[in-house]
């Protein structure tokens, strides 16, 4: 993995749509289809993006890791249940402290895995992935 020989060994992962962190050889945070999103719950104490940023950092968490098609299914069941304020809080972080480090994508199942390194300052452009943002709360 990625991160098993490119991370400091303290690095915590925080893991966005996927609750297996078995062959992870970091410290992680993971949830269950039936937990609250712990990306979500930390952004709703937030105030700003950048206090989300300070309270990941604290927690030593120095990466996040995708699985996007486990995450869009998720969505459906309203995982990423934003609030107005929390959803801000998250587009402010995302928007400056996220950086695409790692993308592998499976020519057999097109399952995917993006690794994100949490920064002081992003530099170029990242996109947001549109299952986590997408408004299911109407």
Do not use: C
């Not at 402290?97 to 390194?117: G, W």
């Amino acid at each position: 993995l990625y991160l098993n020989q490119g991370a400091p060994p303290d690095a915590a992962v925080l893991l966005v749509g996927e609750a297996r962190g078995f062959y992870l050889e970091r410290p992680f945070i993971a949830s269950t289809p039936y937990d609250p999103s712990p990306l979500v719950e930390i952004a709703k104490q937030s105030s700003s993006g950048q206090d989300l940023y300070d309270r990941l950092t604290r927690m030593n968490v120095r990466y996040l890791v995708v699985n996007p098609v486990e995450a869009w299914r998720l969505e459906r069941y309203k995982w990423f249940d934003w609030s107005d304020q929390s959803l801000k809080v998250f587009m402010e972080f995302w928007s400056g402290h996220i950086q695409l480090v790692f993308r592998h994508v499976s020519e057999y199942d097109r399952a995917a895995v993006l690794v994100y390194e949490l920064v002081k300052e992003r530099t170029g452009p990242v996109e947001i992935p549109k299952f986590i943002i997408s408004d299911q709360r109407k």
